[in-house]
């Protein structure tokens, strides 16, 4: 092999697509009021003060964390199931801490012994990882809202098929029937429903106990489960309600089964919570008034930034729930991407998240109080 040729090794995944934004940032940067930075749903929020005290406490961990988490920590993800989640009864031996979200719906097809030939349903508008999730085990990913429209030879290799719920980008919500059908659909072909929940805290409107509505609901709910975990995983992270994405903590629980292969092959694999982590994760699972002080600011932000947003000729979709707005103004999603760098509001283009994105954009509730005012600001000033 010579000077530059391109190595054999690697994986060849598709390129990052958030690498295509460096342009729309330099341009959004250059705006005399400062950037406002829209584009990912990373928090900006302090992590509240009880989870860093439980964090500082545990970090004399001189030892091994065990790869299952402990029997603690798993019994306040069973407690916090049941107390915010409607789904009570859940055996802690169920329950898996991961690292962050992300990395659980990378590698989950491959955990599963999934493969060439293999079929993974995502929906379609959708979190790029699931197709990276299925490229990484040779599995084919599709990209359906129903099964019911796949064709027959399609169906009958689906193997894994992802609930997002809340969505992301979205915001859609799926009531208890809508994910109902998807299970009943799901476990009649023999695949396993793993249904990321990230965004369940962080319901608006119809979806917000706060202000009347009910809470969103899980997969393992007993409505939607009919009383049964079997073939099912509900998957859950702490950045988004408590501030940790810098922890990267989450979990999965589910089916026993599925459960107990996946320690095994953790175990194998090294994939292990830090154990002041686990520790952070008990103490914030335990503590609902800083959940609902971070969604009071989220709300707030979502309040200003919903009519300055419609005002400049802008449609919101879906919504329902999370941290992100789904907006489109009638136009190509680079052309709008290009229009908000102008102003120095720099958003997530609709088309990282499947074809179907096309003409929308995504827009985090993520900035600071000062940020959010700033694009508001801009957007009413904006020619329309």
């Not at 900035?367 to 508001?376: C, N, T």
Request: with cysteine; charged share 20%.
């Amino acid at each position: 092999m010579t000077a530059g040729e391109p190595t054999p090794f690697g994986l060849h995944l598709p390129d990052y697509p958030w690498d295509a934004l460096v342009p729309y940032r330099e341009t959004a940067s250059r705006h005399p009021g400062g950037l406002v930075d829209l584009s990912i749903g990373t928090p900006v929020d302090p992590t509240p003060q009880l989870i860093r005290t439980a964090l500082a406490g545990a970090a004399d961990a001189h030892g091994y964390p065990t790869t299952h988490g402990t029997v603690a920590l798993r019994t306040a993800i069973s407690a916090w199931f049941a107390r915010r989640r409607g789904v009570p009864g859940l055996d802690p031996a169920d329950i898996l801490p991961t690292v962050g979200s992300k990395e659980l719906v990378a590698w989950l097809p491959l955990l599963l012994g999934l493969g060439e030939g293999d079929v993974v349903v995502r929906p379609s508008v959708a979190y790029p990882t699931y197709d990276v999730g299925a490229h990484l085990a040779g599995a084919t990913a599709v990209a359906a809202d129903s099964l019911a429209d796949l064709p027959a030879e399609v169906r009958a290799r689906v193997r894994l098929v992802w609930i997002n719920s809340p969505g992301n980008p979205t915001g859609e919500v799926l009531d208890a029937e809508g994910l109902r059908t998807i299970v009943d659909d799901a476990r009649s072909l023999g695949a396993v429903v793993a249904s990321d929940e990230c965004y369940g805290e962080l319901g608006w409107g119809r979806w917000d106990p706060a202000e009347g509505g009910e809470p969103v609901p899980s997969v393992l709910d007993p409505r939607v489960c009919n009383g049964s975990h079997e073939n099912l995983l509900a998957v859950y992270s702490l950045s988004k309600q408590s501030n940790l994405a810098g922890y990267r903590a989450a979990f999965t629980a589910g089916d026993p089964a599925i459960i107990a292969n996946l320690v095994n092959s953790r175990k194998h694999a090294g994939m292990i919570v830090p154990y002041p982590v686990q520790e952070a994760m008990r103490v914030a699972l335990g503590d609902d008034a800083h959940v609902a002080a971070q969604k009071d600011l989220y709300r707030r932000r979502r309040a200003l930034l919903v009519p300055a947003l419609e005002a400049a000729g802008f449609t919101i979709s879906g919504s329902a729930a999370g941290l992100y707005l789904w907006a489109s103004n009638g136009s190509p999603t680079w052309d709008t991407i290009d229009r908000l760098a102008g102003l120095g509001i720099l958003a997530g283009p609709g088309t990282f998240y499947g074809d179907a994105g096309e003409g929308f954009i995504r827009m985090a509730l993520t900035g600071s109080d000062e940020r959010i005012g700033a694009a508001v600001g801009r957007l009413a000033d904006a020619p329309r």
